[in-house]
């Protein structure tokens, strides 16, 4: 097990890798202000077994990720001992620099079979089949969970999908207005400089200047894509406002540059653990995290109260106790696979798997929703990451760039660093049945049904992840559906926490859905066809092919074939009214039938958000520990520590010499 403080920091160098179908080219930059180590695929992980640490905390969180770690950090913060346990490793030590270098995030990323993945870090994860083939899903499965696996984009949701979290839970701390101080509590946020090219200027909220009271950095990337500068002209071009938010105002509609979680500094990517624990947590002795440790199910005691939980540490099953709750963050899939094997869920499913039933929620696992995403990718004449893989001037340009100070250049910032919102428009609409255009009329006016995405890199199956595969420059523009009405579930395949649970995402199984995907593509081709973006594009040879394209029925063939999540899964442990048969938790994230246990993560969102949730969960992180701490001013302080509480399977907690 790897006892670990935030105090264990990364060494000062600076390191990036020039790519030739996947590596070929290592080398280091001293860079003074990095975390960065100088190995991408970092250092072997070890075990630190003798460290002394109670044996019993006040708070048990389960999951150190994008919500556990806030939720730990600030508990810990307010006086109580938390103990962080998570499956996973530090993740710069067994993913190195592709965890943390910016224009990294797609490392591993590809779903496609035979894509290459890092099992340190990853769950290596197939979901069902969906439209005959399998998809890998990557989760993040290390300190910092999947902040440190994410495309860094920062959004808030528009103000009408709060309010109608606020009505579904009948508690309107979720409106726009009253969970906003809770979304912004986190942001330490860095202005834009001048290093990015003068045409791509980003838009942020003007009162976020001097917002640096929180842990995590927010900023730009020092570097803006070609390709995005062409399709925001495009778009513009098109009829797109330009978002004069940074689309963390409220609104989502428009266009814009994406506004990232970035060291500001170091222009290395922000997560959940560099943010809270190296920053608020580094010196706190009431945290102690726990890696490398996976629980398999929550304890309880007669009265169905939560009294710690049991855990695998390499073959060993050891438990913990806990003196007030148990907070489960293990996110989307994780969240609702340990509440079935603590017994809570389903009972024909726990029952199947011969696990004693202690609060039969139907809704546990159910709810599962996603967004998908599809493109066409061109051969441009501009910069694109392929020249990082081809070009050898280019790439080393581009590693003296990124350790310079301040760095700059394309490793300061993703590949698809350009983001744009919309309703379907009218004349496409009008294709579609009615009974779907009623549907989508019912949806409220500042949600928007279709993204889109610009990628500096080509978007068909290749195990790598920058680039392209023949040498030549390649630019993608996707497109994704923000507001699909397909549900998917989570299920246990066994009784143990080592097995994957089954995931079914169902994509686009809702026949609106396809119908929705198949006009978001013919929009997203009328796009490509602009004359605005002509003097970029080289001759037509496109993937997928114009040939393969004509049809709808080719459309809808290739865009179910090809699809690709935006890793935005949610609402597998929703949030609700008691009187609702599908609601797992109430609106402080307390787990219907049971006492002392909580969930806060992806899984506990009530309604699927448009654009992208990683900013609402660490706002809703930091509601629910504000909850936590305002309940607990009003109990007495609980009993001293016992070392009885926890009995070991096999070894003692504790110290080991």
Known sequence: MLFWSAKARAPSIVMAVALAQFLTLLVCVPHASSRLLGSSF???IFDIFNVTAPVTFDYIVVGAGTAGIPVAVRLAEAGSTVALIEAGSLHYLGNGNFSQVPLYASAFQHTYAGSLINPIVDWNLTTTPQAGLHRLYPQGKAVGGTSTRSHQAFTFAPKSSYQEWADAVDDQSYSWNNFHPHLIKPINFTAPSSHRFPNSTARFPPHWRGHTSGPLQ??????AWPWASWVKKALTGLGFEENSDGFVGGSLHGVGYQLSTLDATSFTKETSDSSYLNGLGINNQNL???????????????SKTASGVEFDYGGLQLKMACRKEVIVSAGAFRSPQLLMLSGIGPRAILEQHGIRVVSDLAGVGQNLGDQVCAGISRRVSIPTTAELQWNAEAAVQALRDYGSSPPRGPYTTYAGDLLAFEKLPQIYRRKLPTSIRNSLDLLDADRPELEFVAFS???G??????????????????VALSSPFSRGNVTITSARAQDNPLVNPAWMNDPRDAQMALQGFRRLQDILSSTLLQPVLVGHESFPPASVLKTDAQVLEFVKTYANPLFQASGTAKMGRKDDPMAVIDS????FGINNVRVVDASSLPVLLPGHIQGTIYGLAEKIADDIIHTDKKTARPRPYSTTDVI???VPMGRHD
């Open 42 to 44: 970092g250092l072997p």
């Open 288 to 302: 102690v995290v726990y890696a490398n440790a996976l629980v398999t199910r929550i304890l309880f005691d007669a």
């Open 588 to 591: 402080k994230a307390r787990v």
């Open 648 to 650: 070991p399977e096999q």
């Open 461 to 478: 199956p290749q195990p790598g992840f920058l680039g392209s595969p023949d040498g030549h420059n390649w630019a993608t523009l996707a």
């Open 218 to 223: 927010l900023t730009f990337g020092n570097y």
């Open 457 to 459: 890199a080509y978007g």
